[in-house]
């Protein structure tokens, strides 16, 4: 599959994502020090995961070709990139002791490097839909349909306050389960029991946030309950 490594839109579009999101997190993050540290974590998390999910999915099957390297250093998913985000951030708040749901915060502005970052695909012409009758379907259209969409929702619950302390569970959900079915129109190997890689990562991450979001709100329900006890 093409990779997009190669592209300077797609790299310029990749840090202008990146940037972004950094002016946006130092931004709110001003009442906490600890909070940058936090974001960062969440970067490198997701880097790693994004590399390590494409590597498990379908990096291993280029063993053999003699441009693997280059495969390799340059593959990555969006799949693998927001569990291993997850991952860093819960990481960096254990390390620090920080105990305040942040979730809200990286789901407000999350769609947009990654919507960003499909804009570079779609000019790159990497990630490319299965073949169809009339052409090939556009994944990547789609999916950046899939982030505006998002986007709009994010700044809706966050504007009306709605369902508070469980917006990035919310998004994973959203993305794992669009990601999931829309695999089965991208060019993706599906070698593992029918499905791609990127498919098994998008369930685990699905049962992962539900799980999550479970906790949470029994969490919140019970700081409620306790906060209308009198003393």
């Not at 797609?10 to 906490?32: H, P």
């Not at 053999?64 to 927001?82: E, F, I, N, Q, T």
């Not at 504007?159 to 794992?176: K, N, P, S, T, V």
């Not at 079915?181 to 990562?201: C, D, M, N, V």
Request: aromatic share 12%.
């Amino acid at each position: 599959m093409p990779q997009p490594s190669g592209s300077p839109v797609y790299a310029l579009m990749l840090v202008l994502g990146i940037g972004l999101s950094v002016v946006y997190w130092v931004r709110v993050s001003k009442s906490d020090e600890r909070l940058p540290l936090i974001y960062f974590g969440g970067l490198a998390g997701a880097f790693v995961g994004a590399k390590v999910a494409y590597l498990l999915a379908e990096g291993w099957m280029h063993f053999d070709d003699p441009h693997r390297w280059v495969l390799w250093l340059s593959g990555k998913s969006v799949m693998g990139a927001l569990p291993g985000g997850w991952l860093g951030v819960e990481i960096a708040k254990a390390a620090m002791g920080y105990r305040e749901p942040t979730g809200d915060r990286f789901a407000l502005i999350l769609p947009l490097p990654l919507l960003l970052g499909r804009l570079g695909c779609l000019h790159a012409g990497c990630c490319p839909g299965i073949a169809c009758s009339w052409g090939s379907w556009p994944a990547v259209p789609v999916e950046i349909a899939f982030q505006v969409t998002m986007l709009v929702v994010m700044l809706i619950l966050n504007g009306r306050r709605l369902l508070q302390g469980q917006h990035f569970h919310l998004y994973l959900i959203a993305y794992g389960l669009f990601r999931f079915f829309h695999e089965f129109l991208r060019a993706t190997p599906k070698s593992i029991a029918g499905l791609s890689g990127y498919q098994w990562i998008a369930l685990a991450t699905v049962i992962a946030a539900l799980v999550a979001w479970r906790i949470r709100a029994e969490k919140m329900n019970g700081n409620r309950r306790a906060a209308s006890e009198p003393s």
